[in-house]
Every structure is written in C-alpha cells, then in structure tokens.
C-alpha cells in the first residue's frame, strides 16, 4: 500500500492546480501519467519513459504523474484504471495514450520531441506539422485502438481528443502489460454492523466515489453459525471470537460491487487487515478511514479473488426465481423482443411454456384484486388468449424483473422510466404487457399455479 506515497525521481508529482499550471507552462514536451489512487502511478509505464528519457532525454522532455481526483482538467478520467498518458506543450494537449502500449509511447515521444527541438532550432519560422489520433471503436468487442493517422487536420485532432474526453466510461480496453484486458467484475463487500450503524451514507458514498457500482445490496442479520461458516477459515486464530462477535452484532450490509477489475480494486482500497496496521501504513486506506474507536477488528470486507467473489456473492445473494409472464395478445415479434431483453440482462430462463389461463386460473392468478372495479375486465384480458409463461431465475430475479416491466401505468413509466418494457409497449394501464411476481411468496405460489410443483433440482439443472 505504500505506492501511496512513493515519489518518483523520474516524474514530478503534481497534485495541486498550482503545481499542474506550473507544470504545463514549463518549455518543452510534457508527458503526464494520469493515475487513480487505487491503481497507483504505473509502474510499466514508468520503465518506458525511463528508456525514453535515457535514449532521446534532454531538458525538452519531462514527465510527470498527476492523480485523476487532484486537477479540474483531468477530472473526466476518473475511475479509469487503464493508464492514460496525456502529452503537452506550452499549456496544450497534443495526444493521449491509454494503456501500456510501449512501442506508441516511445514513438509519440519520439515524434513530439523531434516538433520540440524544431521549435527550438526554427523560434517563430517553426510551422507545426499537426499529426492526429483516431480512435476506432468497435463496440461489439468493446475495443478502442489508437491510431495515428498523420493527417494535417485540426479540427479531426480535436474530435479525437473530445472523444476521449467525453467518453472516458467507454470500455477501453488497450494493451496492458501482461496483455490481459481489464474487465466489469463483480466483488463482494460487507459492512459490518458497528460501521453500518454509525457511518452508512458515508462509507457507501466514498464506495461510489471511487468508481464503483452497487449491483446488488441486501442488510442482513447473521446468526452465529452463518458468521462460522462464512469465516470457517479463520476458526482457531486469536481473532475469531471477536470477529464473530463483530459480524452478529446487528444488522450488517452485504453488497456486490462492480466496476473494472472490482475484485483487486476493492482490496487494494481496504488496506491491512490489521486496524493498528492499516493506521499507521496506510492511513488513506478504507480500514483505518472507516476504523471505530475502541473495536480491533476492521470493519470491511472484500473478496480475495474472482473465484471467492462468485463464491461470496452466492452466499449472500443466491439465485432467485421469479415467473414472468407475456400477457395476452401479444405478437411473435415482441415475444422474441421481450425474450431477448430479458436474456440480455443476464436471466436464465429455467421453464417456458404458452398457455391459455382458464377464467379460474385468471381468478387465482389474481386473487389479491377480487373486489377492485377493474377485477372482471382484468380476468376477462388474461383469459382470452395464450400467455408466456416463463421462470427466470437470478440472483434478485425479482426486483429485477419489476425494474425491467416498469410501473403498473405505462403513462407513469413513460416520465419515470422510458427503457422499460411497460414504457415501450403497454397499451393501457390494463393491457400492460408484462407480469412480474411481486415477491418470493406470490413467485413461488404462482411459480406452484402455472408449473406445478417443480423440484429444485431441475431448476438448478435448467439455470446451468
Ligand atoms: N387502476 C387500474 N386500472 C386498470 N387495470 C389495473 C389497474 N391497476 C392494476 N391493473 C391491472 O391489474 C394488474 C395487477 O395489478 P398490480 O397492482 O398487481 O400491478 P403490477 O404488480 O404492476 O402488475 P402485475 O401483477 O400484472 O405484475 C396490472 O398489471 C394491470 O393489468
């Protein structure tokens, strides 16, 4: 945790405006490694520009690291974690690099280096040679390639870089150096019941201001024996009482978090395990921010690795099953649409099947409303024709299949939500399309009236 703090003799450190309008109007070729405070300046990069300063340095070309939170101008980089290397002259941005792309690090260098000793040699008969960067996306590999095009256009060089800038949440994915690609994960963390009670708007804004999404959240109680098994490893050591203790004091709250790389990200923001330690090493780190007086044991968590993080999150969030159902009427063209939308967000469809509700099923179906005054024309509807009957099984299947139907009224989902499939294709606040249990007992219940009973297994089976 200490890359914190490390200084870097090779780079000058600017984490103020004063000290980055400094250093922007200095002469010569700047080239600054934008970091994240989780990731760390880039070490990979560094070793290039090491090489580079070696081989063409002179006093016309300098380097330095900035952090994305620390400077106005570089706030649009934020949550990045691929290195973005950004390449100044008097105060202008000439090109952006993202990634540890070795051979197009030293050649823009190279190349503007060579433009600086000109604008030496030449003073005010220098005329600039604009060369420009393209970006070529391909969204459906979620690839962006840099691409020196060497055309003599401005307002091109100036797209490309808005378009770097304005996109910065584009999955850019570049080299990397060990030619892995950065990519959306999913982690566990949990915050334990002292910090929950005491700082929970703080802890889960810092969460969201370090580029995290919460996908998922769940407060939960534990009892002994679930705090056991869920730190059975740690059984034996000096600490497991008072962690136990910790985890079923009260409500704790389970969250699953993604982002790029969100399982390493996660961790390196927690720092030690250790309270004492995380203090006095890495005191930025989330364990010593969010340390409670007088408790040792810290008071977040995060998975280790990929495979604990899909191992945690089912453990907290295990899949749910909830039954969908394409109302009557419905065309083969917004079946297949509706199926793909629901595939799309990840769902398994464990059962399917097209049946015509007899008037008592309708009546069953929708027992909750006898009485309403739109109750007859409401079986009347979805007993005049076959429905789509499916199963879609998730972890918070059933929250997240109300979120995808929208609200009751397609007119109150057209201002609040307009993506929603209600939004998009209900006709009237009866004939609404979709239907969605509303929670694990009417799912099961229903799940019970339209497939009988169906054992566990086979839905576990299907979902695979
Ligand atoms: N005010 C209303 N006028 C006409 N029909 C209504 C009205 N309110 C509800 N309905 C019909 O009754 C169904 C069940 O109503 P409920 O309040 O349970 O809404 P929902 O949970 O959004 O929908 P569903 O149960 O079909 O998933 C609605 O989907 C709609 O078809």
Redesign the pocket.
Known sequence: YSYYTFIYKLQIEVSNEEQWKEALLAPGLLVVDVYQRWCGPCKAVQNIFRKCKTEYGDDLLRFAVAEADDILELSSLKGKCLPVCLFYSGGKLLSIVRGVNGPLLQKTILELVDVEKKKQQLGSKYVPEVRCLFWVISLRSNYVQEVDMGLSDCSIEMDSRQLAFFFPTLNVTSDTQAGSISEIQKTLALIRPSLLRKRKDEILKTIHDFGFQIAMQREITLTDEQAKEFYKDHDGTDYFPGLINQMTSGPLLALALTREDAVLHWRGLLGPKVVDEAKEKSPESLRAQFAIDNVAINQLHGSSTPEEAQRDLNKFFPTEHTLAVIKPDYTQELRDSIINRIKEAGFSISQVTEKKLTRDMAEEF?KD?VGKY?YN??VDYMSRGPSVMMILSKENAITEWREM?GP?DPEQAKQGSPNCLRAQFAKS??E?VV??S?NVQHAMDNIMLIFGDIPKQTLLKKEK
């Open positions: 929708y409303h739109f024309h409401l139907m009751t606040i009866l609404n239907h969605g509303s």
